[in-house]
């Protein structure tokens, strides 16, 4: 397969995911994104005709499999699920901390899944299937770890929600402090026994 | 003291917090929450002279402050912090599968608490002092229980942080089934003795 070289798309795609993150949905202009990609006037609606939704979802989709890619790889680190989770925590703790409004995380779709839940069944979709996406990165870890599929599935679903509540506690405080803490608390949550 | 009979006012915040729980910050325009609210026209800026920033700030003090209290009453059902909070979380994932698109849970303010981190010094920080009061009733609760004020401290945050993440679980896939697996797992990790 030889590599898109669709500069202009990837440049918008990449534009609206990093806006998005920044400031929602609803605050992303198209001009804003033209502008800022630096991809020709009229490129925008060429590939993608129907507009802002179908650019958002599409970004949402592609920031989604990236951050899939990333947590996958954050959990090859090390072989057991723990200490990779734990690691993965502390690295995130030091990259929105260096980030000073703990912004740039880059892993979080959380504005636009809250913005778009009630306002766009495309949006939403796309949202839910890039949780599932990370979801299913920490489930096959736990799984391979040891996990029952059960408690591995629980465990996932738990895992996302957590990362997404700290990274808005991180941007709210402007501190990597809450990814810290939670690194701390983790073993807890894994312990393989009844609690 | 006799209670404020402003109930023009009122109206106003309580039309606020609704709608950026609802669609987020950037979405809700003042002339929605005129309508909405049935305030006389011009009220608006009579009793919020400085505009949309005064009024969206007041309503998320407002709405985090009603938040606390309701997590104060839920914490005071039951002895123990471990059963009180299961408890909690169950009410939760009832209260977001009856709203049917998760939301309406009345505990989010984090839309805007993601869309004006790096816009809005005045509405970050009201969105991180009702997050403090949140995990200030929890932390009291866990150290009234036993626990030390260092773990109280970690655990209360991660706990609003797991609110707040599992919030935007449930309204993407629309279902109180996040919060359900939450309150299974917790037990973990609010475990006393080390993971």
């Given at each position: 397969m030889v590599k898109s070289s669709n500069t202009s798309r990837d440049?918008?795609?990449e534009t609206t995911a990093q806006l998005l993150e920044l400031q929602?949905?609803?605050?992303?202009?198209?001009?804003?994104?033209?502008?800022?990609?630096?991809?020709?006037?009229?490129?925008?609606?060429?590939y993608f005709p129907e507009g802002k939704e179908e650019l958002c979802s599409e970004a949402v989709a592609r920031s989604g499999q990236a951050v899939a890619e990333r947590i996958?790889?954050?959990?090859?680190?090390?072989?057991?699920p723990l200490e990779?989770?734990?690691?993965m925590l502390q690295g995130m703790a030091e990259h929105v901390g260096e980030a000073g409004d703990g912004c740039g995380s880059g892993v979080s779709i959380a504005a636009v899944a809250l913005e778009t839940a009630s306002s766009?069944?495309?949006?939403?979709?796309?949202?839910?299937?890039?949780?599932?996406?990370?979801?299913?990165?920490?489930?096959?870890?736990?799984?391979a770890g040891g996990y029952s599929a059960e408690?591995?599935?629980?465990?996932?679903?738990?895992?996302?929600?957590?990362?997404?509540?700290?990274?808005?506690?991180?941007r709210t405080s402007r501190s990597g402090e809450p990814f810290r803490q939670l690194a701390e608390e983790i073993?807890?949550?894994?312990?393989?026994?009844?609690?």
């Open positions: 440049r918008l795609l929602g949905y609803h605050a992303t202009g198209l001009n804003q994104i033209t502008k800022d990609s630096g991809a020709p006037k009229g490129s925008l609606y060429y996958r790889f954050g959990l090859s680190q090390a072989p057991e990779a989770i734990v690691r766009s069944e495309r949006l939403r979709e796309a949202c839910a299937k890039a949780y599932d996406s990370w979801q299913a990165a920490f489930r096959e870890k736990l799984m408690r591995a599935e629980r465990l996932s679903l738990i895992l996302v929600s957590l990362i997404e509540g700290t990274i808005i506690l991180s073993p807890h949550l894994l312990a393989k026994k009844e609690g």
